[in-house]
């Protein structure tokens, strides 16, 4: 998860009756991690329970669905905000837990105005950072002091909000044009199949990194038309549903997706598992791709395509950029969503306007 990404904004967690913790909640005993708050109740639980109880195995399985309530990759957020904001009260001489309004309202302050040698935090950074507090103090069974009920802190916020503003840095599309750019600069040929595969894939079935990343040879169904990709569980699918990507034959050899990941599968001989897979320096086939690795080998290929800024671009561009070349060329909103899985028609239109404003600028300076 990116640093400034807003997990599950909605923190509790309600099986249980709020356990109490192992240890009177003073000033340096707070759990190390977030990770032993999301459990506390598995804890509370299993206490009751001896190993030779019918209900101890039970008890554990409770525990592993607590822990399975919350994304891996939001505990991991959780635990980095928490650990900070431990770590700036003890160097400030004030309680973590229970911690005061105040405490949390000069502990945002701090972030949005650091001191010299830190960057401010994003508003959205700041919000997660008080769900995390919130999250700890009430796993322990405390009131939050980190709840905009707090006029002090509810104040201090909306301030920081005004200030620093809310709107989320995006990161700019790559359309059909500048993926053909990116293909023209791909070096060695089994690298260079895993590449180009990868970027048609994610960019026709507008694909997160996540998803790109957990896509396997069982998931593909091969078919007259092209391709079906069944998804198992995606960001805003957490409880597993999942979702069915048709991927069509292309028009055109160069760009056509599902005729790349053909050639990509064949070349690295991949028959189960993981999809998209690391390549060596010199060519040898490794085991799955990380999502952050996608999102870093984009970025790479846009430097060395020497497209202007690569530091716009990254993993979420494939996406975007389906988006913006699908609406450009009369997609309807509601055809364009069911591709791309989204619930809210605002994000969708957001890349059109970015598109829009795009072009508006290079008309500008035409001069006429």
């Known amino acids: 998860m990116s640093p400034d990404a807003n997990p599950d904004p909605s923190p509790e967690i309600e ?42 195995e039970t008890a554990q399985k409770a525990g592993e669905y607590i822990r399975a309530s919350k994304a891996a990759a939001t505990r991991r957020a959780y635990d980095s905000d928490w650990r900070h904001f431990e770590g700036w009260c003890g160097k400030n001489g004030l309680a973590s837990l229970p911690a005061e309004p105040r405490s949390v309202a000069l502990y945002i302050a701090h972030l949005a105005s650091p001191g010299e040698g830190e960057s401010p935090r994003k508003a959205a950074t700041i919000s997660r950072r008080l769900t995390s507090i919130n999250t700890v103090h009430k796993m322990g069974g405390l009131d939050s002091p980190a709840t905009m009920n707090h006029r002090l802190v509810a104040a201090t916020f909306h301030g920081i909000r005004r200030t620093l503003g809310t709107a989320q840095t995006r990161k700019k599309p790559l359309t059909r044009e500048r993926l053909i750019k990116i293909f023209d600069a791909l070096e060695g ?27 396997r040879f069982e998931d593909v169904i091969w078919h007259r038309k092209g391709i079906t990709i069944r998804l198992p569980r995606s960001k805003t699918d957490q409880e597993a549903v999942g979702r069915e990507v048709e991927i069509l034959w292309g028009v055109h050899d160069q760009t056509c997706p599902v005729m790349a990941l053909e050639n990509w599968l064949k070349i690295a001989q991949v028959k189960d598992g993981p999809v998209f897979r690391s390549v060596g320096q010199y060519g040898k086939v490794g085991g799955g791709l990380h999502p952050n690795s996608i999102g870093r080998l984009v970025k790479d290929l846009v430097r060395k395509a020497k497209i202007a800024a690569p530091q716009l671009y990254g993993g979420h561009s494939l996406r975007a950029g389906f988006v913006t070349e699908a609406s450009a060329n009369g997609a309807t909103d509601g055809q364009i969503m069911k591709q791309t899985g989204h619930t809210s028609l605002a994000m969708v239109r957001r890349y059109a306007r970015a598109d829009q404003q795009d072009k508006q600028s290079a008309e500008s300076k035409l001069g006429l």
């Open 189 to 215: 040929p089994i690298a260079a199949a895993r590449d180009k595969a990868l970027l048609l894939i994610g960019f026709a079935g507008a694909l997160r990194r996540s998803e790109l990343a957990a896509m």
């Open 15 to 56: 099986i249980l009756p709020p356990p109490a913790l192992d240890v009177a909640p003073e000033q340096g005993t707070a759990p190390a991690k977030i990770e032993l708050a999301l459990v506390a109740a598995d804890r509370h639980s299993l206490a009751s329970f001896e190993p030779d109880d019918p209900l101890f």
